[in-house]
């Protein structure tokens, strides 16, 4: 299987700093990489993906990076808002199963 | 609304019933996924259906817990014999896989609402 390490498990920025969270794995052979934000009582939306043949995708203020050889892949928000402030997840798809990682709680004070 | 729904909402049983929840996913979606999820925890896969076919189960996942997607369309999962252990959120979630033979490329999973199972 997959084993999925992410951190921190809460960030507190203050409105219009950078956020940045960290995921790790452990099986080279996972290729797709997802990062999901949860408000509270809600389902998971996906915000941003990236494939293993890639290193970097940006959306707007949201951007993730991939490094396969090191096998970790982050999360970059750019200039934060208070409507940011949720839990975010990474996940990996290893042979079409994903695996997740713990959560990020995102709290961005105005 | 066209995304992915689930039924019931909240479900709140006595330890020992059998519990069945339900799942409608995004239309012409062909994956399927349940997902357990936890407070404070990330979703934790269950099983996942392409098409009708039931193709993994979680090695973690109990005898008491069963899925099926009998016409590929809707699914069911039911849980027998409830235990407060089972206290979770059920998270269901679809995909469209435009090449089924290619199990090397990833979709997008776009998750329901959820069932709050609550064993009392």
């Known amino acids: 299987g997959e084993n999925v390490e992410q951190h921190p498990s809460t960030l507190s920025v203050q409105e219009g700093d950078s956020a940045v969270i960290k995921c790790t794995y452990s099986?080279?052979?996972?290729?797709?990489f997802p990062w999901y934000k949860q408000e509270l009582g809600k389902r998971p939306q996906l915000i941003i993906d990236?494939?293993?043949?890639?290193g970097e995708k940006k959306d707007q203020r949201i951007a993730v990076t991939l490094n396969k050889t090191a096998k970790h892949f982050s999360l970059h928000i750019t200039e934060t808002q208070p409507e940011d402030s949720a839990v975010y997840f990474c996940a990996v798809d290893n042979f079409n199963k994903f695996y997740f990682g713990s959560g990020t709680k995102l709290n961005v004070k105005p | 609304d066209t995304g992915v729904s689930q039924d019931p909402r909240h479900k709140i049983t006595k330890r020992g019933q059998n519990v069945t929840f339900r799942c409608d996913p995004i239309?012409?979606?062909?994956?399927l996924y349940w997902y357990r999820q936890t407070l404070g925890q990330g979703p934790e896969f269950l099983t996942y259906?392409?098409?009708?076919?039931?193709?993994?189960k979680s090695r973690l996942l109990s005898d008491r817990f069963s899925a099926e997607r009998p016409k590929g369309s809707f699914s069911t999962l039911e849980i027998q014999r409830t235990e407060q252990g089972d206290s979770a959120m059920y998270l269901c979630?679809?995909?469209?896989?435009?090449?089924?033979?290619?199990?090397?490329?990833?979709?997008?999973?776009?998750f329901g609402p959820g069932t709050r199972l609550t064993v009392t």
């Open positions: 979630a679809s995909s469209l896989v435009r090449d089924p033979t290619s199990l090397g490329y990833s979709y997008e999973q776009y």
């Open positions: 099986d080279s052979a996972s290729n797709y």
């Open positions: 259906f392409q098409n009708e076919a039931q193709l993994e």
């Open positions: 239309s012409e979606h062909n994956r």
């Open positions: 990236i494939r293993s043949n890639v």
